[in-house]
């Protein structure tokens, strides 16, 4: 079955730095999804990317899909207490809607 | 709106009970799902449904039954609780059209089985 690495599992900061955390799978992915969770909180959807090699942007957050669709980045540019959270990939390998969850990369930042 | 409901937010089971939780959308999602969470876990999914009356397996779907008897509700099942269920369980709903599987997740329900 799909598996999914995600790493690291926890990343401590100082605010103002910057953050990756990197989703890896053993298969080709039709798309993936990136979710952010705040403590106490649900997940919640901050991107799809589906075309390989794919970069898109959010305000600082660089989301990227390899070319060989089976790894994936999320990349937060000069961090803020506010970035602090869990941030999920969930691969999509089918393309039906069924997310297998990564194990998440637990940010805590620093002020 | 009201999105994604669950019911109860918290429960305490003792070993043994029965129990079903509550999930609801008025979205029009034909998708839906159960994950739990526990820490150091992330997300694990346990039952999903892309529409009503057709559910499948997740990754860890032992001791728990679910059904879609409608596009707005998907109860999950405890079938007889054991301490190793204690998590919280969220359940998510996504449109399959589209190309865009953006999911919604409810605000969760803490489980403890003592």
């Known amino acids: 079955g799909q598996q999914v690495m995600q790493i690291p599992q926890y990343q401590h900061v100082q605010e103002g730095e910057d953050f990756t955390t990197y989703c890896n799978s053993s298969?080709?992915?039709?798309?993936i999804q990136w979710y952010k969770q705040r403590p106490g909180g649900h997940p919640v959807f901050l991107i799809q990317l589906v075309k390989s090699g794919e970069v898109k942007k959010q305000k600082r957050l660089t989301f990227q899909f390899g070319e060989a669709k089976k790894n994936s980045s999320l990349h937060i540019t000069a961090t803020q207490t506010t970035d602090v959270g869990t941030y999920f990939c969930a691969p999509d390998s089918s393309n039906t809607g069924k997310l297998i969850f990564g194990q998440g990369t637990t940010l805590q930042v620093k002020p | 709106n009201a999105g994604v409901t669950q019911t109860p937010k918290f429960q305490v089971l003792k070993t043994g009970q029965s129990m079903t939780l509550q999930c609801a959308q008025d979205m029009n999602h034909e998708y839906m799902s159960w994950y739990r969470q526990d820490p150091g876990m992330g997300l694990r999914l346990i039952h999903y449904?892309?529409?009503?009356?057709?559910?499948d397996q997740g990754e860890v779907p032992n001791g728990y039954n679910v059904s879609r008897s409608t596009t707005e509700d998907f109860p999950l099942r405890l079938l007889s609780a054991a301490p190793s269920q204690t998590s919280v369980y969220f359940c998510?709903?996504?449109?399959?059209?589209?190309?865009?599987?953006?999911?919604?997740f409810g605000p969760g329900t803490r489980l403890t089985v003592t």
């Open positions: 298969t080709t992915l039709s798309n």
């Open positions: 449904s892309v529409g009503a009356g057709i559910t």
């Open positions: 998510a709903s996504s449109y399959l059209a589209g190309g865009s599987y953006e999911q919604y």
